[in-house]
């Protein structure tokens, strides 16, 4: 059979379960994921939209998670005790995610309380983290933050408590800060291997944002040489970039903002407009293929091999068995606490 008629009939298999399960089945699919698999989920969205979805649909009893693993551990702290949660690929993880393991973080934060004493430091994480970092966040009366409010997090932590705890990514939590005008001395890095992070205890005491040292390997390829280069070739056009680079990155630019930001950024240029992106590869050609009265172009060719382990036969394979093949479970325990994180999430403004 050839790779085209194999496809089709892959296809062909998946349609029919859809029209079968109809409204008891919700594919979710992040936009880092393929043009096809995109197509045929029920919703398509970044972190924050998924997991708001997850959360309001209550219709659905099988949720199939096209992403990587940390998204569908959200989605099933989020949903309900009737619903499952699958994903086609068990492996598809996040490289950011592991930077921060629940051991390393707990033993970084009651080094931190012994110093600033407890009750002045919010623990906030990324939604790209495991469901037992989570759960640790909504215990510590802390909460989960992804790239489009990560702002709107420091500043809910800001106004209860003096401190704050960021992981796992540097760079979000640094361009998170800057946005709201902290002082960059006034934040400062964590070395997980160090002792103290690397620093005296006077050094902490001062220190107003404190991130971990983890970086997502796709946005840290994004370089300020590459931006001056698209400048010089192309003066007239604009630079928009994800908040996982490296502040220098984003500074540089015109704009930056999660992949939602991202997509109404180009939908609302005028015509002609010639726009730079630096985020992942799949989801900037996908904008360049729906726009091509614009000019889009990547700063950068960055993609997530993780995200591309999703594809048609492991959507297939995952379909034919609702709610019973790589099933994502999260324990009472951890998931009560993780909710906390993930509601307070949900309810900022
Ligand atoms: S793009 Fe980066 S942060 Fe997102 S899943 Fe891939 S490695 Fe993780």
Known sequence: MSVNNSANKILEEIYEIKKRLGKKLLILTHHYQTDQ????????????????????????????FCGVHFMAESAAILSASNQTVQIP????????????????VKKAFSQLEAIVGTKTTTPIVYMNSSALIKAFCGKNKGLVCTSSNADKAFDYALKRREKIFFFPDEHLGKNAADK????????????????????????????????????CPIHIDFTT???????????????IVHPECQREVVKISDASGST???????????????????????LIKRLARRHPDKKIIPLYASGCKDMFKINLKNLLKTLKKPGAYNLITIPDEIKKDAKKALDRMLTLT
């Open 260 to 282: 939602a930001y991202i997509i109404e950024y180009v939908k609302n240029a005028a015509k002609n407009s010639i726009i730079f992106i630096g985020t992942e590869i799949n």
């Open 180 to 215: 709201l005008g902290i002082a960059p001395e006034l934040v400062i890095l964590w070395d997980s291997n160090k002792k103290l992070g690397g620093y005296k205890a006077e050094d902490i005491k001062k220190a107003k944002v404190i991130v971990w040292n983890g970086y």
């Open 225 to 239: 040489s590459q931006i001056l280069k698209a400048r010089r070739d192309f003066p007239e056009a604009k630079i």
């Open 89 to 104: 690929e068990i492996s598809a993880g996040c490289p950011m995610a592991d930077m921060a393991d629940i051991q390393s």
């Open 37 to 64: 698999i995109v197509s045929l989920g029920s919703f398509a969205g970044d972190s924050f939209d998924l997991s708001q979805k997850a959360a309001s649909d209550k219709e659905a009893e099988f949720i199939i």
